[in-house]
């Protein structure tokens, strides 16, 4: 369909849907422009067409109503069903050759509605932005960008560091347990070195909080912590922790925890006072049914433990009232190679997909096994050198994995930024850190961190070790 004109500045070119279709837009107030009662189709179309900012239509025969948007109908909305049965979509086509005098004399643009001129040269309409072929629509929250033209501006959108659109607001991290300034304690209200964290399907914090030999639980909005394992005094008592550094908590709220400094694993159930040890034997060794510190923990839904056996350099997995580990991962003995680790710190376990990601550290790479399949691991991030670019990791020390869409988040320590890779990318971005976040104290994340995902993924938590505190951060 062709909307009328007289010269390729003012010609429409538009897509139509079948009828018995309407258009659903992600984001109704940033894209609506108006609407109208009209007759016809054509009518609808027409009036989109004379609309400099109209990029998407449809008109609903039944109401007569004709409704006008702005937007990319692609990356902004979705065509749905609709009520009526002669309601239809249109969307107009851009083509390269319309935007030719972009950036030239405003003479060139005269009659152009495609174009306006501003300092008196031919530019993009507002809303969009010219992407080196056509001017497109300015793109909306957590859209994937370079730099900030491509951002509504009018909606406070910036090209975040981590390359999408979003309000800088949205940079800033709240504290969520700890005390802000970094201060050490023993109260329900302070932390002695969190070394881990995990979330609850509650979305509570708990925490492994090392110095203090103790396990807390923050329910969701408060800033004091209940004690949920250990006594706050380091001990090999069934009541007690010596140095916990890893922990999972199911979907009964029942709690795993590696205590390091006993060499065990500990499964206390909700509410109790006391754990039961369901593996290690309580002193250092590299057998099948020892291990030394402990830097990572995941257990499945069939009650399987999967940990970081970190100075074996290997990867264990217990089976349940079985005394042996399997080793899943690693060797022993510290290398590179595909079948090594060196000092791996922490690990995920994708129970769907049987993959198990681990921070292999000290080789500053991310290593993932596909469980039951290969002992040998694929890097899918970093493996590229010790070093802060983009492709690079430095010290690797937590991860976790997007349930949605497979990211990996990265706590890169050595680098003091948290990393996210895209499924199958050979670059992450930064999230967090690295001189890029405004933050409370206006100061970045330091030293070893732990990090974990909220349930529904829209919420990134830090366990900042050597601050004492732990930190929330937006995802979009």
Known sequence: MYGQSSSLGWQSSMNLSPPGFQFLPINY?????????????????????????????????????????????????????????????GSKIYYAEQFNNLGQSCSLCVGSRYMRCINNTCQCEIHTYFDGSICQSQKLLGDVCMNSTECRSDLNYTCLPRQQCGPPSIQVGTVVAGNANGSLGNALTTLHTPFALTIGIDNSIYICDFMNN??????????????????GIAGAAINQLNGPTGIYVDTSFNIYVADSYNYRIMFWKKNSSYGVQVAGIGSFGNTLSSFGIVGGMFVDSQKNIYLCDTYNNRIMRFSPNITNATIVGGTGVAGSSIQQ????????????????????????????????VSINGTTVAGGNGQGSGSNQLNTPFGLCVSTTNNDIYIADTGNNRVQRWSFGATYGVTIVGNGSLIRNDSTSVQGSMDIRLSINGSNLFISEVTRNRIWRFQLI
Do not use: W
Request: hydrophobic fraction near 35%; include cysteine; charged fraction near 15%.
């Open 341 to 372: 680790l060196n000092t791996p710190f922490s690990l995920y376990f994708d129970e769907v997909n049987s993959y198990l990601y681990v921070a292999d550290t000290n080789n500053h790479r991310i290593q993932r096994y596909h469980v039951g």
């Open 29 to 89: 107030q940033a894209l609506f422009l108006s609407q109208i009662n009209t007759m016809s189709f054509i009518s609808c179309a027409q009036t989109c067409h004379s609309n400099e900012n109209c990029r998407i239509f449809d008109y609903d025969d039944q109401s007569l109503l004709c409704r006008l948007f702005e937007g990319n109908i692609i990356t902004m909305g979705s065509i749905v069903a609709s009520s009526s049965a002669q309601s239809r979509v």
């Open 214 to 231: 103790r396990v807390l639980k923050f329910q969701e909005g408060s800033l004091t912590g209940s004690l949920v394992a250990g006594t």
